[in-house]
């Protein structure tokens, strides 16, 4: 099967997470977000890629912060009323009924109920025709204790964490299954 190129976000898993921040009145604002990666491990960035009109980038770019939220199965249709095109006047905590957390490092709430709150400031911006590249540095990291183990890993069968599989029409919402085969990192050294 050809696919067309601007298909490409059909053809891998993509993770959702939800972007908190507060605008320059004070008004919270929610967002979910696919195109979200960690930069390389074990370094402690993260990249974005936002439409430039999005409330989330101005307010980002207005306070210089952002929480990126790790939601779960269940909280697919808070997702998607954070999706809707709100005025940047309206608090979507409210809309979606998101209750907020207190972050630590930055003044953006997180959200309760997710299963992990990356507090972040804004470190660079990449600048494109139609969209902007935010790079940020993760400040203060703190993942629910029912579903992180005492090295940080997360119980993914438990925590359900939520991704998404893009089609044409819309997207079909995610969570990851073990394969059977654990890795170490130590295999990528052969010496
Ligand atoms: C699962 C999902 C993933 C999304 N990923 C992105 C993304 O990576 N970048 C983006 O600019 N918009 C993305 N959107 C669209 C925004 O979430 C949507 O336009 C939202 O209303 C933006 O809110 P804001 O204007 O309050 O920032 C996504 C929407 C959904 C449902």
Known sequence: MILRPNQRENILPLPVVLISTISK???????PWSNFTPILRPLDEVLLASWLKRDTLENIRHTKEFVVNIP???MEDAVM????????????????????????????????????WA????????????????????????????FFNGQG???????????????????????????????????????
Not at 86 to 93: G, I
Not at 119 to 146: A, N, P, Q, S, Y
Not at 154 to 174: H, N, Q, V
């Open 119 to 146: 507090e972040c400031t804004l470190l660079e911006e990449i600048i494109r025709e139609k969209f902007v590249l935010i790079i940020g540095k993760v400040v203060h990291l703190e993942g629910d204790d029912m």
């Open 153 to 191: 890993e997360m119980d993914f069968k438990d925590a359900k964490p939520l991704g998404a599989m893009l089609g044409s029409e819309g997207m079909s919402f995610t969570y990851p299954v073990f394969s059977g085969r654990y890795a170490k990192y130590k295999e990528m050294f052969h010496r």
């Open 81 to 116: 009323i954070c999706a809707r095109d709100y005025p940047p006047e309206v608090d979507e905590f409210q809309e979606a009924g998101l209750r907020p957390r207190q972050s630590t490092m930055v003044g953006a709430p997180g959200i309760e109920g997710c299963l992990a």
């Open 72 to 74: 779960k199965v269940g």
């Open 25 to 31: 009145d004070g008004i919270r604002n929610a967002a």
